[in-house]
């Protein structure tokens, strides 16, 4: 909207926060027509941007409208700040440098935006003459290649994939920081390449690129139930690499991955994601990655298959080593054997020092917990006694520092054996930013909020798994109850973009999708059909909008969304789903759901999934029938589980009054009208009747609360976030959590499982009062709406529009809201009164007409930093 009369904007905008692809200068790329975003930002209020000019050059001299010589948008009208494709030339390896500036509702042109930049990868160039080698070992891998330098390099890229995972040495060196690398795909449609900037690692003269592999998900050879041993794919370690070097003389020379190289079986004995590694250090060969080594022993390497996927550029985030954390406490339980205890519960490893005499073999056990004097380790999805076990076995040399390189840990204790030792975790995950703060005075929403956030990330590593420990799969369902509490925390835009690539890569002929991504094949008839889970897939799609406003991944997915849909919907019988999974670990249940008919989540959860593709639809403008699929299923609901008379939802399964039966209908709007509030009232008065505890499993936990708090009930809401014995968040940190649990119970088999800890949702949306509408933040709502026991709170994210904050505190009567929103937001700020005429907003002036409605006085404002003050009751 441009500024109204009688406003008063401050200075003209300025383009901050210049992405490419989501990415602050993303090194390879192989988007085609990556997009260019950017917040813009000016004081005063009510700033709007009308148009916008893009320069793009090949070195940052030449930016500006007379010298760019790759590419000039032109001056464009548009508020448009995000998703705007680059429209010029693109080249494999090319280096782009990019500015942008903005004109504001003024028609005044602001500054040039400071330079950017974004880095082609191999594009349609792909590995030229590389080719996948490997060769027969009897260890991991260890690979090389001796080249010469003969000038002054200009600039150099090591392209490279290694499968499972890669660790790449030049000249003696790490090539990067990332681990785990590249990410978990499924192999057989797609393989990831990274790309790395190696200038600076190269020397005049010999120079030595080297590559040890490990297994990761390729090559599992670990028997488990999910069959990652017989994937598709599944096949011994492998490697491509393209190092292209440019001189200053204008000369290119290239190392590529062929017979050339040479192999041997390195200290790295085994190596599995669920049984740990073994580490020989008397198998070490010091120097194997840089000049001067004599590998004449060393066998040639062999060119081998490559793997059917698709290889393309890894356009998310890398998994890092984010923290190293010593132990609060090591204690020795019996002669030679030591727990230490790191305080916290985490993804990751532990990194290890010792002296110990050759041959000594000292063993790493992690575990969540400890029982009769032992770190608990078992699992009993994998074959064998050995879990999450590492060996080193020492060289006997002095001082040893050894740390594992393929295999993470879930774990918060580690018990120590053969030698006494130092060790620190290292904690480790998808390295995505945080996006979001909250604070209050309330402890326990803090700790929550702490909690949930340790546990997001311990379960982020390039897919989001469902625990660390145990399984490590992309459980679907889990992703779609605990996506809006990821994308509110995170900056998931990359991380999202490629997990939906793994669910379309998931995808049977027949449209059906397993319930976890990527699959081995498993989970298309075991656990199957659980409509709760793959109906993330629409769901997260929609999300992707309402948070990054990303129109390119609706497009890219209708096709393969419309199959899975059509396959779901074609086994509906009587306007219902059939699903064998429902509330997943309710109060009670600790080996799945309750005893109750599954078939009303699974509609439910349909009924939401369709209505999300029909919105898509219509935002990608693609016609479809999928409202009257959902009528259909509305429909079918209704009839087989509402019980009109009583006015709850029940199955002629339930063991007691359900509380996900009745939350899910209310939340999803399945509810008829006419009985909205007779079935909040009853499953308030449910929730009331237990003291105050919830009921639920997976499926309801993160939609109680905002029910509650939607239909008047905030003060039961609030009873039950705060609740402290069983079943409750506070119970589990009164027994010591520092995560989320699995389960409800103490014996909770994952101490780090995020499904259940959505409660954080509603502190960030009711307690906090922050809601993101849609449309990529274009609206937003400030609705603090439960503020029972609650003195303060306030909530601060960087959005892909700008920073949005909401800070609001209470004294008696009095209520203050103070918020900053962004250049191309709008929010509708709903502050609590008792009459509009009760509160007063800064600037007066600036804040137009308010209305009022159920205890709030609702303003509407653009951009700036607002406050209001009122009285409440």
Not at 331 to 346: H, K, L, Q, Y
Not at 606 to 622: N, S, T
Request: net charge negative; glycine share 10%; charged share 20%.
């Amino acid at each position: 909207m441009h500024v109204p009369d009688g406003w008063t904007p401050g200075g003209p905008l300025i383009a901050r926060s210049l992405k490419t692809e989501y990415a602050v200068q993303p090194l390879g790329t192989d988007v085609p027509r990556p997009r260019l975003s950017w917040v813009a930002t000016a004081p005063g209020y009510g700033a709007t941007q009308t148009a916008y000019q893009i320069v793009v050059a090949s070195t940052p001299e030449l930016l500006s409208p007379e010298t760019a010589d790759i590419w000039d948008s032109g001056r464009v009208a548009s508020a448009q700040t995000f998703g705007i494709e680059y429209d010029g030339p693109t080249t494999a390896r090319t280096r782009y440098h990019w500015s942008v500036r903005l004109w504001d509702g003024l028609d005044r042109s602001g500054e040039w935006s400071a330079p950017e930049w974004f880095e082609t990868g191999l594009l349609d160039e792909g590995f030229a003459g590389a080719g996948w080698i490997g060769g027969t070992t009897d260890s991991a891998p260890l690979l090389r290649r001796g080249f010469t330098i003969d000038g002054t390099v200009r600039r150099a890229r090591l392209y490279a994939s290694g499968l499972g995972y890669a660790d790449l040495r030049l000249n003696g060196n790490a090539v990067s920081d990332a681990v785990l690398d590249p990410g978990f795909t499924a192999y057989d449609r797609t393989v990831l390449y990274v790309t790395h900037d190696v200038t600076e690692l190269l020397q005049s003269g010999d120079n030595v690129v080297g590559a040890e592999l490990g297994r990761g998900f390729f090559g599992l050879n670990s028997p488990n139930v999910w069959r990652w041993h017989q994937a598709p794919w599944t096949a011994e370690p492998r490697l491509i690499a393209r190092l292209v070097i440019e001189y200053h003389d204008g000369r290119t020379t290239e190392v590529v991955t062929d017979e050339s190289w040479r192999i041997t079986g390195g200290p790295t004995l085994s190596d599995s994601l669920y049984t740990g590694e073994t580490y020989d250090a008397r198998r070490a060969l010091p120097g194997w990655d840089a000049p001067g080594f004599d590998d004449s022993s060393w066998s040639a390497a062999t060119v081998v298959e490559a793997p059917k996927g698709q290889v393309k550029a890894q356009e998310h985030e890398p998994i890092r080593v984010t923290d190293t954390v010593d132990p609060v406490d090591v204690t020795e339980v019996r002669p030679g054997v030591w727990i230490a205890d790191f305080g916290r519960t985490v993804a990751g490893w532990t990194r290890l020092t010792v002296t110990a005499s050759a041959g000594t073999t000292i063993s790493l056990t992690h575990g969540e917990t400890v029982a009769d004097g032992n770190v608990v380790a078992e699992n009993g999805h994998v074959d064998g006694d050995r879990i999450q076990r590492d060996e080193y076995i020492a060289a006997g040399n002095g001082v040893e520092t050894w740390e594992p390189r393929f295999s993470y840990k879930g774990f918060r204790y580690v018990q120590l054996e053969g030698a006494s030792a130092e060790v620190q975790m290292r904690v480790v995950h998808s390295d995505v930013r945080t996006v979001t703060q909250f604070a209050s005075a309330q402890a326990p929403y803090e700790q929550f909020d702490h909690a949930m956030r340790r546990t997001i990330l311990g379960n982020l590593h390039g897919i989001p798994t469902d625990t660390p420990f145990f399984e490590k799969n992309g459980w679907t369902g889990d992703a779609q109850v605990g996506g809006p509490t990821m994308l509110a925390m995170l900056d998931l835009a990359r991380f999202f973009t490629k997990w939906l690539g793994d669910i379309r890569d998931s995808q049977a002929d027949s449209g059906q999708l397993p319930v976890i991504v990527p699959s081995s094949g498993w989970g298309f008839t075991d656990l199957s059909p659980a409509t709760e889970w793959p109906t993330v897939y629409p769901f997260l799609l929609r999300e992707m909008h309402r948070w990054y406003g990303d129109e390119r991944i609706l497009r890219e997915h209708w096709e393969s969304l419309t199959r899975y849909l059509a396959w779901e919907l074609d086994r509906v019988e009587d306007g219902l789903s059939v699903s064998v999974l429902g509330d997943w670990l309710p109060p009670g249940y600790g080996n799945g759901p309750a005893p109750e008919d599954r078939r009303l989540t699974g509609t439910a959860y349909l009924y939401r999934a369709v209505i999300a593709a029909a919105e898509i639809g219509d935002l990608i403008g693609q016609s479809n029938d999928y409202r009257k699929a959902a009528a259909d299923l509305k429909d079918g609901l209704n009839r087989a589980f509402l019980d009109r008379e009583a006015g709850r939802y029940r199955s002629a399964d339930d063991p007691d009054y359900r509380q996900t039966s009745n939350a899910v209908p209310l939340a999803f709007g399945l509810v008829p009208d006419d009985l909205v509030d007779r079935v909040a009232a009853n499953l308030a008065a449910d929730v009331e009747a237990r003291g105050f505890h919830l009921n639920t499993g997976c499926l309801g936990v993160g939609v109680l609360l905002p029910v509650l708090t939607a239909h008047g009930y905030d003060d039961v809401a609030t009873n039950v976030a705060l609740q402290r014995t069983f079943p409750s968040w506070g119970y589990w940190f009164d027994l010591g959590a520092d995560t989320m649990w699995e389960k409800w119970e103490d014996d909770s088999r994952s101490r780090n499982h995020y499904f259940q800890g959505t409660v954080v949702q509603w502190i960030y949306e009711n307690v906090a009062g922050l809601r993101i509408v849609g449309d990529g933040c274009e609206r937003i709502v400030i609705r603090p709406d439960a503020r029972s026991e609650v003195p303060s709170a306030s909530i601060r994210t960087e959005t892909v529009r700008g920073r949005v904050a909401v800070a609001w505190k209470k004294r008696s009567r009095v209520f203050t809201l103070d918020i900053q929103i962004p250049i191309g937001t709008t929010a509708e700020v709903h502050v609590p009164s008792t009459a509009a005429s009760e509160v007063t907003a800064v600037p007066a002036s600036l804040a137009g007409e308010a209305t009022y409605q159920d205890g709030y006085t609702i303003f509407t404002v653009p951009a700036g930093q607002w406050s209001f003050t009122g009285r409440s009751a």
